[in-house]
């Protein structure tokens, strides 16, 4: 009989512990609870402005001098701005605008356009050409970027 009183009361003991141990460590791990908390707000960075393109079609077939003999330089381009009020300006000055580069590309020397330097001298003078018509027509500073999308040299 005294043995059933001490299994009866080791086992009691024994879920007592299992227990108080279960509720201790499940307030423990639980969250901590925010009385009342502020709201948080995030500011996010603000979305980057919108970039419209303009291919300049058909691409730009140049002859230019090289150095022994006569070379041509086929090109692509395409023109972007954040103002999508120049689309139409470049499109509808597509004669002046071809011009103006047509002359800016039989300008450049077949040996710098081998290098990169030499072919962001040309997106420069390309853009400062571009914005110069657009300027013409509305106003300059308009011109994000040119980029040359194609670069063939023979």
């Known amino acids: 009989m005294k043995k059933i009183i001490l299994i009866a009361g ?3 003991l ?6 108080g141990g279960t509720v201790f460590l499940s307030q423990a791990m639980a969250p901590p609870t925010v009385a009342a908390a502020e709201p948080v707000i995030i500011i996010a960075d603000p979305l980057p ?17 090289g150095n022994s003999k006569l070379k041509f330089l ?9 103002d999508e009020e120049v689309l139409p300006i470049l499109e509808n000055n597509d004669p002046e605008l071809r011009n103006s ?7 450049q020397n077949a040996e710098a356009l081998k290098t990169p330097e030499g ?4 997106r420069e ?7 110069k018509v ?6 300059t500073d308009r011109i994000k970027d040119v980029y040359i999308t194609r670069l063939v040299m023979q």
Request: charge should be negative.
């Open 10 to 12: 080791g086992a009691l």
């Open 101 to 107: 580069l047509l002359l800016l590309l039989a300008e």
């Open 125 to 131: 003078d390309a853009l400062a050409r571009i914005d």
């Open 49 to 65: 402005e919108e970039v419209f393109y303009h291919n300049v079609q058909p691409e730009f077939v140049v002859n230019f001098q």
């Open 134 to 139: 657009v300027g013409q027509h509305y106003r």
């Open 74 to 82: 086929m090109i692509e381009m395409v023109i972007a701005t954040h």
């Open 119 to 122: 072919k962001q001298a040309l």
């Open 14 to 19: 024994f879920s007592a512990i299992n227990i």
